[in-house]
């Protein structure tokens, strides 16, 4: 899915000065709660209900805030941590920046490009980003994970001491070891296997243009006819 806007809210005018300051780092737009928020790109008018629309809307939430307020904005709606955007909590005088959901999905490096232009710190608590200083279901930018599902049990095993051998090139800057883990990064498919992580590189974007009224299975089907007539290499994995 594609990475939506971030949305920064203001719930009080004691909040204003940090709010306006993340929303003009990331270049997002600012609501403001009505009657507490002097000026901003956009009104609500209940707190709870504004941060759960846009969070199953699927925008990464930045929210000037107490943390309860956006846990239970978005208690109810929680379902899949492998889709659900980054929740992000600062604190009025914007000292930390806490990212509570979507740490592997953007959270982080939201928070610590927040924390930055902030000159404050990010509360990052994920176990591989603090032991490991890596997130391995969130590769750099220009590569996708073809399993993510394999992610967790490879971290585990990383935290429990085990170095994973490096095939192909060492986009995390890791020290390679000698297994069981293994973190592949190749253009060709990798056969699935125990505690492997496999990494491609996004190198093609692919445009299709349909008749008015087309159907989407029908598109997915003809993207996948090109994909694999023209880069058969490549793992399909479509998002929308």
Request: hydrophobic share 45%; net charge neutral.
């Given at each position: 899915?594609?990475?939506?806007?971030?949305?920064?809210?203001?719930?009080?005018?004691?909040?204003?000065?940090?709010?306006?300051?993340?929303?003009?780092?990331?270049?997002?737009?600012?609501?403001?709660?009505?009657?507490?928020?002097?000026?901003?790109?956009?009104?609500?008018?209940?707190?709870?209900?504004?941060?759960?629309?846009?969070?199953?809307a699927g925008h990464p939430v930045i929210g000037i805030c107490a943390a309860g307020i956006l846990v239970r904005s978005v208690a109810p709606v929680l379902a899949?941590?492998?889709?659900?955007?980054?929740?992000?909590?600062?604190?009025?005088?914007?000292?930390?920046?806490?990212?509570?959901?979507?740490?592997?999905h953007g959270a982080n490096r939201l928070a610590k490009q927040i924390a930055e232009a902030l000159k404050s710190h990010a509360a990052i608590t994920t176990a591989?980003?603090?032991?490991?200083?890596?997130?391995?279901?969130?590769?750099?930018?220009?590569?996708?994970?073809?399993?993510?599902?394999?992610?967790?049990?490879?971290?585990?095993?990383?935290?429990?001491?085990?170095?994973?051998?490096?095939?192909?090139?060492?986009?995390?800057?890791?020290?390679?070891?000698?297994?069981?883990?293994?973190?592949?990064?190749?253009?060709?498919?990798?056969?699935?296997?125990?505690?492997?992580?496999?990494?491609?590189?996004?190198k093609f974007a692919l445009g299709l243009g349909c008749a008015r009224g087309c159907g989407v299975n029908e598109m997915w089907k003809t993207c996948k006819k090109?994909?694999?007539?023209?880069?058969?290499?490549?793992?399909?994995?479509?998002?929308?």
């Amino acid at each position: 899915m594609a990475e939506l806007t971030p949305i920064v809210l203001c719930l009080s005018r004691s909040g204003y000065k940090t709010a306006r300051r993340v929303a003009d780092a990331l270049n997002a737009p600012l609501h403001g709660r009505e009657g507490r928020v002097d000026s901003a790109d956009a009104y609500f008018p209940n707190a709870l209900d504004h941060v759960r629309m846009l969070f199953q809307a699927g925008h990464p939430v930045i929210g000037i805030c107490a943390a309860g307020i956006l846990v239970r904005s978005v208690a109810p709606v929680l379902a899949d941590k492998r889709s659900e955007p980054p929740l992000i909590c600062i604190p009025d005088d914007g000292s930390t920046v806490i990212p509570l959901l979507g740490g592997h999905h953007g959270a982080n490096r939201l928070a610590k490009q927040i924390a930055e232009a902030l000159k404050s710190h990010a509360a990052i608590t994920t176990a591989g980003d603090v032991a490991l200083g890596v997130a391995l279901d969130e590769p750099p930018a220009g590569w996708r994970l073809a399993n993510p599902s394999s992610a967790k049990d490879v971290m585990m095993a990383m935290l429990s001491g085990q170095k994973p051998i490096i095939e192909g090139e060492n986009i995390w800057g890791l020290e390679s070891g000698d297994g069981p883990v293994r973190l592949v990064t190749s253009t060709a498919l990798v056969p699935e296997a125990p505690l492997t992580l496999a990494y491609h590189p996004q190198k093609f974007a692919l445009g299709l243009g349909c008749a008015r009224g087309c159907g989407v299975n029908e598109m997915w089907k003809t993207c996948k006819k090109l994909v694999f007539h023209f880069f058969p290499l490549l793992v399909w994995r479509p998002s929308i």
